[in-house]
Each structure stands twice: as structure tokens, then as C-alpha cells.
């Protein structure tokens, strides 16, 4: 399973900005719900949640400490 | 191509003409269609047309010597790109590239001064776009300029950061925004510039912190 960014249907406004940016077509329109699919090519640019005006869209990082490498 | 006169209504700029008045200015824009990455606003430019964003999203940006970038925001529909360049005749400030397809109305300097002059209150309401967004460059200007954010950014990813052991925290740019009391812009280029110096590394969605101890020390400094 591929970690992706999350929609919040409550928030989304359908406006489509996130579709529209998103440049490895991860997010689509279909049947007038923005949906998610998973795919090795997202590279969590975050441009997806930079341009929601709602806050719908979340890219969220886990912070981890590794000093090792 | 039919300019949208609905739309027109829920530009800031002309959200107090009526829709009648739109309708019999709208033949004064122009539509024009750009594609994802096209440059739409150089630096340096000279700009005699207002552009408003109709459809899609632009990153407003400049660039420094070294080939920094550093995002002053993302223009949605509804928001003018280059109205600072139109109003005071001199070099366009900023670059402007769609994140996407995006659509464009265009609305030469002459008429939008011509719209001006016979609907006072279009003035009036410019005035308040072009105070928000001063208001908006003052704040970035102010968390760009002082180390303190990036204490607090800092702060924010070691308070919320595990060894992998049990559940780990996720945090969105726009939450450490939130809670650094700073703009999503300020996070991005601090995260970056942690990155740089080789104190974190961003692997997707993981912030990996290399250097705890470095990070410390910024926390300690910026105190």
C-alpha cells in the first residue's frame, strides 16, 4: 500500500484545483467526488494540498529520527 | 471562447457591479489558456495588461541569484496576478507559472482604468485587494527576515518526532504553519533549508531527522 494524500469529502468544495495540478494524475473527478488513487509516481510534491482553499486536501508528513544513515 | 460574466461578479475587483453592468463590460476582457509549467509573468517584465485568474491554479514566485525559489503565493480563481505592475507602470516584480491548465481573463490597463472611472466604488474595492495583499507580503517579509521561525519550526518537528518505536505523530505543512504562526510559504523554505545544511532529509512523506543535535542547538539559539 502506497501512502497518499487525503481528501476530507466534508471540506472539499468539488472546485478541482487539485486535479487540475496534480501532475501524476493521482487525483481524479469521478461522479463528482475528488478521488485518490494510489500510485508509485506521487512524490508528495504537496502542490495538491498547497492550492485547496478548503484544507481538504491533506499531504502529511511522519517525522522519524535516523541518525544512522 | 465566452468570457463568464458570473465569474466576472466573483472577482474582488468587481464583485460590486451589478450583473447587468458586468454583462455589458464583459466584451472588455480577453480569455487566454496557458498550459501546466508555462511561464506567465517574467520578472522585469513590463505589464500592460491585468491578468485574473478564471480557472486553475498559479504560482506567484521569485527566484533568487543563486536559483532559490521562494513561493509569495498561490493565485486561485478569482485572484489578479500582476496588478502591482499595472498600477504602477514599472517592472513586474514577480514571476507567475501555472501549476496546471490553467485560464486567464486579461483586461487591458486602459479599460480597467475606463471601468474604473465610471464605477468609483471598483476603485474603491481595489484598494482593499491591493491592502490585503501588502498586509500578506508584510507578514512573509517579517518571518522570512527573523530566525525565530525556523527555531520554531524546528522545535515543532523534534517535539513531534519518534525513533519508530509506537505510534508516530503526521503533521501537514499547513498544521506546522498553524502552529508556528507563520504562512505554509515560511514552513516549505525552512524545511528546505534544514535540508540543505544536511540536518534532515525528506524521503516522500517522511521528515527524517539526521541531526538531532544541530536541530537542538537552532532551537537553543533562536530561544
New interface residues.
Given amino acids: 500500500m502506497v501512502e497518499m494524500p487525503k481528501i476530507n469529502q466534508e471540506k472539499c468544495n468539488l472546485c478541482g484545483l487539485c486535479v487540475s495540478v496534480c501532475k501524476c494524475g493521482a487525483i481524479v473527478l469521478i461522479q463528482d467526488k475528488i478521488t485518490i488513487i494510489e500510485t508509485e509516481d506521487c512524490h508528495w510534491c504537496t502542490t495538491c494540498e498547497a492550492v485547496c482553499p478548503t484544507g481538504a486536501v491533506t499531504c502529511s508528513f511522519e517525522i522519524v529520527i535516523d541518525e544512522e544513515k | 471562447m465566452t468570457i463568464d460574466a458570473a465569474f466576472l461578479k466573483s472577482i474582488p475587483y468587481f464583485s460590486v457591479m451589478s450583473p447587468a453592468e458586468l454583462d455589458a463590460n464583459k466584451q472588455l476582457f480577453t480569455e487566454k489558456t496557458v498550459q501546466?509549467g508555462e511561464v506567465i509573468l517574467m520578472e522585469g517584465e513590463l505589464s500592460d495588461t491585468l491578468y485574473f485568474v478564471a480557472?486553475?491554479?498559479v504560482k506567484v514566485f521569485k527566484t533568487s541569484a543563486q536559483g532559490k525559489e521562494q513561493i509569495l503565493s498561490?493565485a486561485?480563481?478569482g485572484e489578479a496576478l500582476n496588478d502591482i505592475p499595472v498600477f504602477d507602470g514599472k517592472p513586474n516584480p514577480v514571476n507567475a507559472q501555472a501549476?496546471?491548465?490553467?485560464t486567464l481573463y486579461s483586461l487591458k490597463k486602459e479599460k480597467l482604468q475606463a471601468i474604473m472611472q465610471q464605477y468609483p466604488q471598483v476603485a474603491l474595492n481595489t484598494s482593499k485587494v491591493l491592502a490585503e495583499r501588502m498586509r500578506q507580503l508584510v507578514t512573509l517579509v517579517e518571518d522570512l527576515s527573523f530566525r525565530h521561525v525556523l527555531g520554531r519550526v524546528t522545535k515543532i518537528?523534534l517535539n513531534?518526532?519518534?525513533?519508530?518505536a509506537g505510534a508516530?505523530?503526521?503533521?501537514?505543512?499547513?498544521?506546522m504553519a498553524a502552529m508556528a504562526g507563520t504562512a505554509?510559504e515560511v514552513v516549505a523554505r525552512s524545511l528546505k533549508t534544514l535540508e540543505e545544511q544536511g540536518f534532515i532529509?525528506?524521503d516522500?512523506?517522511?521528515?527524517?531527522?539526521?541531526?538531532?543535535k544541530s536541530l537542538e542547538e537552532i532551537v537553543a539559539e533562536s530561544g
Fill in positions: 501546466r480557472a486553475g491554479a498561490i486561485r480563481p501549476l496546471g491548465p490553467v518537528l513531534h518526532s519518534s525513533d519508530g508516530n505523530d503526521h503533521l501537514t505543512q499547513q498544521e505554509r532529509r525528506i516522500r512523506h517522511r521528515i527524517v531527522i539526521t541531526n538531532k
